[in-house]
């Protein structure tokens, strides 16, 4: 072969060799790396992991075909420095949720406990007084059970002496009561009493001035005023068991007695003594209507503390 060809074939293979490396690409410059992030929560220390090194492209041969060129190797991504399953990795650490509360299951409501039976039961009626014109209520008529326990005295028994009268006109009280006797008059009074087993004479007294007698023979004691022969009235002395007094329409009441047979007794000024039995039932009322016969009650003038007619003029004090 000739110098010049030769000379002209170097050449082209210079000419050419150089076209391809002035094709070959330029390396990439590596990405940057982020920084990593501070653990907030981290009770051990945080291992980084190793970067990986960046790279780098295959010598290129001297050859008269083109050189393929590597791709660039990817770089290590920064989540994977620690394994998402260490706790340590986390940034901080996430609480549990709170158990969920339980719904507490309201107590059945226990039914109501039935009423307590009833022990005892109750005595009511209505009596009656029998005159001249017919029949009419038997006001303040005393009512009492010896056959029962207990007997009701409500505070001290007071028998009162107001505008010439005694108030009230009847009084029941127990065996052994102490009964007051206050002079609410702006005159002088002297009460007294002859009835045997109960006699007393309390003396003159003014107003406001008071004066007790202590009663303890069962029955009924009358007591009068030594100076004004129209006042009288009546204490009746109960031995035992419960009493009252009928009201104006002749009602009367009295609970709490025990179940079983019972003598009643009654009292009244112009009816007199009467003495009945009853049955008593447990939460029942044991009920009597009576007539009390008065039609041979005759009110009678009475003397005074010395068994004596009252002197003429005495209502003038």
């Known amino acids: 072969m000739k110098t010049g060809a030769r000379r002209a074939l170097a050449f082209g293979v210079l000419t050419l060799v150089a076209s391809c490396r002035s094709t070959v690409p330029p390396k990439p410059a590596p990405e940057p790396q982020p920084a990593p992030q501070p653990v907030a929560v981290a009770p051990q220390p945080v291992a980084s992991a190793a970067p990986t090194p960046a790279p780098t492209a295959a010598p290129v041969a001297a050859s008269p075909t083109p050189v393929a060129t590597a791709s660039p190797a990817s770089t290590a991504s920064p989540a994977s420095t620690a394994s998402p399953a260490s706790p340590a990795a986390s940034a901080t650490a996430i609480p549990s949720p709170p158990p969920a509360t339980p719904r507490a299951t309201p107590a059945a409501t226990a039914a109501p406990a039935p009423p307590a039976a009833p022990r005892t039961g109750n005595l009511t009626g209505r009596l009656e007084v029998l005159g001249a014109s017919g029949a009419s209520p038997a006001a303040e008529a005393v009512v009492w059970v010896p056959s029962a326990p207990g007997s009701r005295s409500p505070g001290k028994p007071s028998l009162r002496q107001k505008d010439k009268r005694f108030a009230p006109h009847v009084l029941a009280v127990p065996a052994g009561a102490s009964v007051a006797f206050p002079n609410d008059d702006s005159v002088f ?12 004479d309390l003396g003159l007294y003014k107003n406001g001035a008071s004066k007790d007698v202590t009663l303890q023979k069962p029955g009924v004691v009358r007591v009068y005023c030594n100076i004004h022969p129209k006042m009288a009235a009546y204490l009746l002395v109960v031995d035992k068991g419960p009493f ?3 009201a104006a329409d002749g009602t009367f009441r009295i609970p709490g007695l025990p179940p079983g047979r019972h003598t009643v007794k009654i009292w009244h000024e112009r009816g007199g003594e009467k003495e009945l039995t009853i049955e008593v039932v447990a939460g029942q009322d044991a009920r009597i209507s009576e007539q009390l016969d ?4 005759v009110e009678k003038p009475h003397a005074n503390k010395y068994g004596e007619a009252y002197p003429k003029g005495n209502e003038r004090y």
């Open 244 to 246: 009252t007094l009928t």
């Open 189 to 200: 009074h002297n009460v007294f009493s002859l009835t045997p087993g109960a006699e007393f």
């Open 294 to 297: 008065g039609r041979a009650f």
